[in-house]
């Protein structure tokens, strides 16, 4: 699922993709990089951002 994809489909996450330095959800490389893809671009901690992701739609689920 590319980036593009996990901020339509799950708007929430889009505050913790920017607290993560992640503010280019709108570029051409968000519509076809994975969120491992573009944290790496970023030099963003992969498994830190996954956790961060899933923490914040669990809480949003709740």
């Known amino acids: 699922m590319s980036i593009t994809e996990v901020v339509s489909k ?3 996450s ?3 993709f920017m607290e993560h330095g992640m503010g280019c959800l709108g570029c051409a490389a968000a519509r ?3 969120i ?3 944290a790496r671009a970023h030099g ?3 498994d830190g951002l996954i956790d961060a ?3 914040a739609l669990e809480k ?3």
């Open 32 to 34: 076809f990089e994975s």
């Open 60 to 62: 949003k689920a709740e």
């Open 10 to 12: 799950y708007p929430d």
């Open 53 to 55: 992701l899933n923490k």
């Open 36 to 38: 491992e893809q573009g």
């Open 14 to 16: 889009v505050p913790v």
């Open 44 to 46: 963003i901690d992969v």
